[in-house]
């Protein structure tokens, strides 16, 4: 279901990376970066380059919560619930149905939410498990956004500069938005790390934040769980992805973003993938 676009296809590259940090004893954050058309749909690997002609990209990062193993299973559900319910917008769009991509996202998460709260009045090791879900989907052109919790997307237009694009939803995240924090302030804030929307977590309603960014070659954008914000500051992670250090080990960005906050606080997973936006191929 691409949308009708005045921009050549360009390319996509991308790269992923995910580590449980110093701390935790599990990763439960998990990470998606998957390709689809109207007939397949196909897992991308950690990094790679693709044409946008023809088929659309969805990449996404989910910070799971619960006790036990309970988090790490929320995240994984999470994106495997993208891969199931995503494609069915190109086959809307073969009946002649319109859907846009706010109706689409926005039943995406409601599905997601409402099987997380069945699972977790159903199975008492699964009480309260819930998740954060930060999704960029890009067509030619533009990149559409849905977004619960505190992971992050951040765009880094080719002409300089970086802007978080999604609202944490938070106490603190809602402080800052209004100008009362800044970001030192806001970073050493008690509460910053309380959730007031997530997906499952017992929360009886979700209101997902969706929105769309147009796009064109030479940007950037990031998506992050809040294990890399907690190492790095905003600053850091516009300079390491635009200036990405020379190094034997032929590292890609998202897997530097990650060494980085790791070595930085490692307090927490941390989880990041970096799409730039190409050219259109001759």
């Known amino acids: 279901m691409s949308a009708v676009s005045p921009f050549l296809p360009g390319t996509l590259a991308w790269s992923a990376q995910t580590d449980r940090g110093r701390v935790r004893q599990n990763n439960e954050d998990s990470f998606l970066a998957l390709t689809f058309d109207g007939r397949e749909v196909r897992y991308l690997g950690k990094t790679g380059q693709a044409s946008l002609a023809g088929a659309d990209f969805v990449f996404a990062v989910s910070d799971g919560m619960g006790g036990a193993k309970s988090g790490e299973f929320a995240s994984k559900i999470t994106v495997a619930r993208i891969t199931r319910l995503l494609p069915s917008s190109f086959k809307f769009a073969a009946q002649g149905l319109d859907r846009g991509f706010n109706d689409v996202l926005e039943e995406l998460f409601a599905s997601i939410h409402r099987e997380m709260l069945k699972l977790g009045n159903s199975y008492e090791e699964l009480s309260g498990m819930g998740a954060t879900l930060s999704l960029a989907w890009f067509t030619p052109g533009w990149c559409y956004f849905g977004h619960l919790g505190d992971s992050r997307i951040y765009h880094l237009p080719a002409a300089g500069g970086i802007t978080q694009v999604t609202h944490d939803h938070t106490y603190v995240g809602w402080l800052r938005r209004g100008g009362k924090l800044n970001e030192r302030e806001a970073r050493s804030h008690p509460g910053r790390n309380s959730l007031n929307q997530a997906l499952g977590a017992q929360h009886q309603f979700v209101?997902?934040?969706?929105?769309?960014?147009?796009?064109?070659?030479?940007?950037?954008?990031?998506?992050?769980?809040?294990?890399?914000?907690?190492?790095?500051?905003?600053?850091?992670?516009?300079?390491?992805?635009?200036?990405?250090?020379?190094?034997?080990?032929?590292?890609?960005?998202?897997?530097?973003?990650?060494?980085?906050?790791?070595?930085?606080?490692?307090?927490?997973?941390?989880?990041?993938?970096?799409?730039?936006?190409?050219?259109?191929?001759?």
């Open 207 to 282: 209101e997902p934040h969706i929105g769309a960014v147009g796009c064109q070659a030479g940007d950037r954008f990031l998506i992050c769980s809040d294990g890399l914000n907690d190492g790095l500051w905003d600053a850091g992670l516009d300079d390491l992805i635009r200036h990405p250090p020379a190094a034997p080990e032929g590292l890609s960005v998202a897997q530097h973003l990650v060494r980085a906050a790791v070595g930085s606080s490692g307090r927490d997973n941390c989880t990041a993938v970096v799409i730039e936006i190409g050219s259109p191929e001759p």
